[in-house]
Structures are given as C-alpha cells and as structure tokens.
C-alpha cells in the first residue's frame, strides 16, 4: 500500500511539472523596460517582433527607451483611449466608435501583417491534418464533436484518428487574434451568423471548449492537452512544434501555413489600403493564399501634445516600417508589402 501511494504521488508530481513547463519564449524577447520614455501596450499577436524591434531600435543609440506591454488588443485600446500610453497596438485597429473617443485623434499604421493557424495535439498522427473550410466550422461551432468523425476522416484518408473528444481552445481576454478568427468564420459560413455568432474580441465559444489568456497561453495549453486544437499565431505555433492544420482556402485549395502563403494572401489586396489604412481581409483570393491573415496596427496619437514624444515615436515607427521589416520572417510574420509600407510612411510624415 505505501508503495502504491509512493507511486501515486510520483505521477503527481511529474504530471505537475509537466503541466507547468513554459512555452518557448521568442528568441530575442526582451523585458518590460521601466519608467520607459516611450511606454506602448496591446496586441500579445505581434509582440514578439515588437520586443525585437526595441531591442534592436535600442542598439542604435537613439537616446530614450522603449517598453511595450503585451495585454491583448482589447486592453491595448482601452489604455490608448485612457491616455495612458504614448503607442498601442491591435490587430483589429480601432472601430470608428472607438477612434471617435480619442482626444488627440488616432493613426492607424499598419506595421506587420501574421497568419492565424489552427494548431491541435492528437497523439501518433504525423501527417498534417487537411480540414475542409465546412470542417473547421462545424468543430469550432462544437457540432462536430470526436476526432474520428466521419467528414474529418474523409479528409484524411490512411490516417487512424484517435476516438478522442475535440475540445477548442480559445482566448479568455479580448483579443485582436480572436477578432481574426472569428471574422473570418463570419466571412466563410451562414452558419456562424445563423448560430448567433459575429466578429468579436471576446468569444463565448459553443461546445467543449477551453479559454486562456493570450496566444502563447493557447499554446501552452494545446501542447499539454491531447484532442485540442485551438487558434494561435504562427509565429507562436511555431516556437511551441505545435502541428498545423493544412486548411481549405477560398480557391477550394488545401494550403500549409508558410512565409509563401502568407504572402500569396496579402499580395492581392495590397493596392486596396483605404484612407485610414484599416484594411481587413477575412478570406483573402488567391490559389496559394493562406485562408486567415491580418494585418496589425500601431495606434499613435495624431497630435503629440509633448513635441519630443512625438518626435520620438515617428523616428521609432520609421525605423519599424524599413529597417525593421527585415525581422518579420525570422518571427513567423510576414513583412508589409511595398505599396503598404509606403502608405504607411506617408501617414506616419503626418503625425505632429
């Protein structure tokens, strides 16, 4: 008996640590500068590039310092509306509410574009899983309940599923990623909208389902939980050996997530940035598109009342916009397309 429960708590023990390992942090991560000169907070979607940018921006020697707070898009805002930073940042900008409620007036500067994935944990499959656009749908709408159901077996002849359970695993704080997912889901299927659903930062989401805070909890969470699958950057995916679902675009095409199809999504619609540069593109064309992309915006006050401050975040920004792009692949981003840097370097000239 005392072996037996030497054992038990062994297995405790070990499941606990198991659980508890840390996700893979970026590369070049940095920490949180205090009492900064230029304080930014937002999108958790971008932030490892972002982290990277000050910290290569820093070694220039600029003279002041950088922090960025990686809360989540919904936070990001409502911090830029409180005049509490000198930059947000959201992968779903601003609605015209939202920029309506900002003092000193709000820039959109589109400063990377990524790709959301569907990452999962089933254990013995190899081969990426192809999932149908009708598919992924129905698993994350809950009505599609096991993995070895029929319409995903279908798609994936020769591979024996697991008779798990599907269990979605979501972001419990507001989230720009979330908003990109979910606008795709509109744009795609009736279904969702005849469900109840819309385009939203914070979902309730229908079935077995799971909700974490921010993409590199989502990953966490995937990696340590057998039948997930949930949406997560791809940059983030990546660090974690997260697989990837290859999914059915909108050509009828089954795609892998790739710096390629990134920008096979982005390039058809780059000469389409209206005025204030908010450009969504919930199911991009294109044969080799990836299906789920987003650009992600700075949000800069218009007018600087502190002169210095606005110097300093368009020498910041401009250095992003050139030199910093050069970076994006290395993270799992995709960098800005020519006509949409350019733009952005004109609304940027424009910020006092």
């Given at each position: 008996?005392?072996?037996?429960?030497?054992?038990?708590?062994?297995?405790?023990l070990a499941l606990s640590l198991l659980l508890c390992t840390p996700l893979p942090a970026a590369p070049s991560k940095v920490h949180k500068v205090e009492k900064a000169d230029l304080v930014g907070a937002g999108a958790t979607?971008?932030?490892?590039?972002?982290?990277?940018?000050?910290?290569?921006?820093?070694?220039?020697?600029?003279?002041?310092?950088?922090?960025?707070?990686?809360?989540?898009?919904?936070?990001?805002?409502?911090?830029?509306?409180?005049?509490?930073?000198?930059?947000?940042?959201?992968?779903?900008?601003?609605?015209?509410?939202?920029?309506?409620?900002?003092?000193?007036?709000?820039?959109?500067?589109?400063?990377?574009?990524?790709?959301?994935?569907?990452?999962?944990?089933?254990?013995?499959?190899?081969?990426?899983?192809?999932?149908?656009?009708?598919?992924?749908?129905?698993?994350?709408?809950?009505?599609?309940?096991?993995?070895?159901?029929?319409?995903?077996?279908?798609?994936?002849?020769?591979?024996?599923?697991?008779?798990?359970?599907?269990?979605?695993?979501?972001?419990?704080?507001?989230?720009?990623?979330?908003?990109?997912?979910?606008?795709?889901?509109?744009?795609?299927?009736?279904?969702?909208?005849?469900?109840?659903?819309?385009?939203a930062k914070k979902m309730g989401w229908p079935g077995n389902s799971m909700s974490v805070n921010y993409n590199e909890g989502v990953a966490n969470r995937i990696r340590h939980s057998w039948?997930?699958?949930?949406?997560?950057?791809?940059?983030?995916?990546?660090?974690?050996?997260?697989?990837?679902?290859?999914?059915?675009?909108?050509?009828?095409?089954?795609?892998?997530?790739?710096?390629?199809?990134?920008?096979?999504?982005?390039?058809?619609?780059?000469?389409?940035?209206?005025?204030?540069?908010?450009?969504?593109?919930?199911?991009?064309?294109?044969?080799?598109?990836?299906?789920?992309?987003?650009?992600?915006?700075?949000?800069?006050?218009?007018?600087?009342?502190?002169?210095?401050?606005?110097?300093?975040?368009?020498?910041?920004?401009?250095?992003?916009?050139?030199?910093?792009?050069?970076?994006?692949?290395?993270?799992?981003?995709?960098?800005?397309?020519?006509?949409?840097?350019?733009?952005?370097?004109?609304?940027?000239?424009?910020?006092?």
């Amino acid at each position: 008996m005392k072996r037996k429960f030497r054992r038990l708590c062994l297995y405790a023990l070990a499941l606990s640590l198991l659980l508890c390992t840390p996700l893979p942090a970026a590369p070049s991560k940095v920490h949180k500068v205090e009492k900064a000169d230029l304080v930014g907070a937002g999108a958790t979607f971008p932030a490892p590039l972002y982290q990277h940018w000050i910290k290569e921006f820093g070694a220039t020697s600029p003279g002041f310092t950088l922090s960025y707070d990686e809360v989540g898009s919904g936070e990001g805002v409502k911090r830029f509306l409180a005049g509490q930073l000198d930059f947000g940042a959201s992968d779903s900008a601003m609605t015209d509410h939202e920029a309506g409620q900002a003092k000193q007036g709000v820039q959109f500067i589109p400063a990377t574009a990524g790709m959301v994935v569907l990452a999962y944990n089933l254990p013995d499959i190899i081969t990426p899983l192809r999932l149908s656009r009708e598919v992924y749908v129905d698993i994350f709408l809950g009505t599609i309940k096991k993995w070895d159901d029929a319409r995903i077996a279908a798609l994936n002849p020769g591979l024996k599923l697991p008779n798990l359970n599907i269990t979605t695993v979501g972001r419990a704080d507001s989230s720009g990623t979330t908003w990109t997912f979910t606008n795709h889901l509109k744009a795609i299927s009736p279904r969702w909208s005849d469900a109840g659903f819309s385009a939203a930062k914070k979902m309730g989401w229908p079935g077995n389902s799971m909700s974490v805070n921010y993409n590199e909890g989502v990953a966490n969470r995937i990696r340590h939980s057998w039948g997930a699958i949930g949406y997560v950057e791809y940059g983030v995916a990546k660090r974690a050996g997260l697989a990837m679902a290859v999914l059915e675009n909108k050509a009828g095409r089954f795609v892998a997530p790739s710096a390629t199809s990134g920008m096979a999504a982005l390039a058809g619609n780059a000469t389409a940035m209206p005025a204030n540069l908010r450009l969504f593109t919930p199911d991009p064309e294109g044969p080799e598109a990836w299906p789920i992309v987003t650009y992600s915006w700075l949000l800069l006050h218009k007018d600087y009342t502190d002169a210095q401050q606005g110097e300093r975040i368009k020498k910041f920004v401009d250095w992003c916009l050139q030199g910093g792009q050069r970076y994006a692949d290395q993270f799992g981003f995709t960098p800005l397309p020519e006509a949409v840097s350019t733009r952005a370097l004109q609304a940027l000239h424009q910020v006092q």
